[in-house]
């Protein structure tokens, strides 16, 4: 195991892709952990902490941890892999997007724009969604004298979709940039660090 570690370091070209990976990855998991301004992370963590098999608590796994953070990752690779499935599903219904599978490696830069459109819509939705999913667990939690909580205000609200938007376009790029420059699928890559992340706590 040791002697082909130190084979991979032997290899120049190889030694660059799997440092890249890591270097990229490392951006990742930071990211996981900066917080969208204008929201009380503690009492967001308190809400999560309480709900130990909830949807909160599958999000937060499949966003590495971004979600207890409320970190600009915190949508993580979803919107992109929801574009991507959705992109799939259309090819035999809409014919353009079947003529652009055919159409070699132009046809795919094709794809591969319109599912980065997609992903951009997707994230707003559920940026948006996001933003009521915790409003209602928070609310609730003030209903029950646990917190003092009357709402997000408009402003916040804006920064939430703002930041939350632009997080998946970063991780969007960075899974993308593992591909082309790193080592192996980048997005797969992505999803397996969060997954890992996630486990322990």
Known sequence: ?????????????????????????????FGTAVPVPGVNREILAGILGRESAGILQFLNLLSGGAL??????????????????????????????????????????????????????????????????????????AKQGAIQFSGFTNLTKLLIVISLVAGTVLIMWLGELITQRGIGNGMSIIITISILAAFPK
């Open 1 to 29: 195991m040791f002697d082909s570690i130190r084979g991979v370091f032997k290899l120049p070209d190889l030694r660059n892709k799997v440092l890249f990976t890591v270097i990229v990855i490392a951006i990742y998991r």
């Open 68 to 141: 207890e953070n409320f970190a600009v990752f915190t949508l993580g690779i979803m919107p992109y892999i929801t574009a991507s499935i959705i992109m799939q599903l259309l090819r035999p219904v809409i014919p353009k997007i079947d003529e652009w599978s055919k159409e070699g490696e132009t046809g795919e830069r094709k794809i591969t724009q319109w599912t980065r459109f997609m992903t951009l819509g997707l994230a707003i939705v559920e940026s948006i969604g996001t933003i009521f999913l915790f409003q209602s667990r928070l609310l609730e939690a």
